[in-house]
């Protein structure tokens, strides 16, 4: 046997042993996917029906109970939450709806790679428009009106907590369809000074009513801030620092958002930032919240926190934004509020 007959018989030997891991993984992830999808006794109430994003008074959200029903937007009225769930048929891994409008951002697993896409919804929750995405899905919001849409994706690591990664964050006009592929391009105002620098990363978008001032995060030199910027300038400028996914309030006068307990650690805790005199203001919440709160009036957030003792789950809880109160298990098995 000749020296490169050899060489090429190892490679394709090498080449099925690799390919047979990851249809191992593959088979693994739809093995452990199927058990989920399996209905369990004692689960909250889930029927398919017709679901739109312009009813009112009905929380949607993206449903994790165990059923055929997992990971569909789902929606109950916002007075009962613990009604039965009607179930659409669109699946999701983040998910949020305003005006009409929706974003959902999905995530198939491959043999050899992911693939990540973001839909822009109608009312009727067809899809109008789809965007492919460079990484993992992490946040979506949709701006008051439903004009403007932002998602953030992870191009690089797995979460917030880990030590290498990297975010893309896109803001999508729906009326236009002008994409900005990633705010990174925008010009920064940091302490009252232009700002440049290589490891910029923006995430957990949030909307003001005029479809122009947004809230997000910046990070850089290993400390985040909150930023406001505007998209007709192009910039943003930074407020404060240590401020992650912030959530505007619906009267604009606050925002929610998680804070840093611990540097270097992936452990947050939910804060009220009022805009005029940024007073921060704890919340009652005191596990760590690692999500983008949402409002549900402006008095209540609600966010997700992982179901104790199941992984991959989480439940959704609301708490008083004045830092009263106690935290309340709002939907379990749910993640991704959206009030329409």
């Known amino acids: 046997m000749t020296s490169m007959r050899r060489r090429l018989l190892i490679l394709v030997a090498a080449v099925l042993v690799l390919a047979g891991v990851a249809t191992g993984v593959v088979l693994h992830a739809a093995a452990r996917a199927d058990r989920a999808n399996r209905p369990q006794a004692g689960g909250p109430a889930v029927g398919a029906g017709k679901l739109t994003l312009d009813q009112t008074k009905r929380l949607a959200f993206v449903n994790g109970a165990a059923g055929p029903h997992r990971t569909a937007v789902a929606a109950v009225p916002s007075d009962d939450p613990k009604a039965k769930r009607v179930a659409s048929d669109l699946k999701c891994v983040r998910f949020y709806a305003a005006a009409g409008t929706g974003v959902c951002l999905q995530s198939t697993t491959g043999v050899l790679k992911q693939s990540n896409r973001a839909l822009l919804l ?27 849409a932002a998602w953030t994706v992870f191009v ?112 947050w805790h939910e804060y009220v930032l009022d805009l005029k005199t940024l007073k921060e203001t704890a919340l009652a919440e005191r596990h760590s919240v690692d999500d983008q709160a949402t409002w549900l009036d402006n008095h209540t957030v609600a966010y997700a926190l992982p179901t104790q003792g199941k992984v991959g789950t989480s439940d959704l809880w609301s708490v008083p934004a004045d830092g009263t109160g106690t935290p309340r298990l709002l939907i379990p098995g749910a993640s991704s509020p959206a009030p329409l």
């Open 156 to 267: 690089a690591g797995e979460s917030y907590a880990s030590a290498f990664f990297s975010t893309r964050t896109s803001i999508l006009d729906t009326r236009t369809m002008k994409l900005v592929p990633s705010l990174e391009s925008f010009s920064i105002v940091k302490d009252g000074k232009p700002y440049k620098a290589a490891d910029v990363n923006f995430w957990g978008v949030t909307f003001a009513r005029d479809d122009d001032t947004f809230y997000a995060t910046l990070n850089t030199a290993n400390k985040t801030y909150l930023v406001r910027g505007s998209l007709a300038q192009r910039k943003v400028t930074t407020l404060i620092e240590n401020v992650e996914c912030p959530s505007l309030s619906p009267d604009e006068t606050r925002v929610a958002f998680k804070k840093r307990i611990l540097s270097r650690t992936d452990l």
């Open 122 to 148: 109608d009312a009727n929750l067809h899809t109008r428009r789809t965007f492919a995405l460079a990484g993992t899905p992490s946040r979506a919001r949709v701006s008051p009106s439903g004009r403007l």
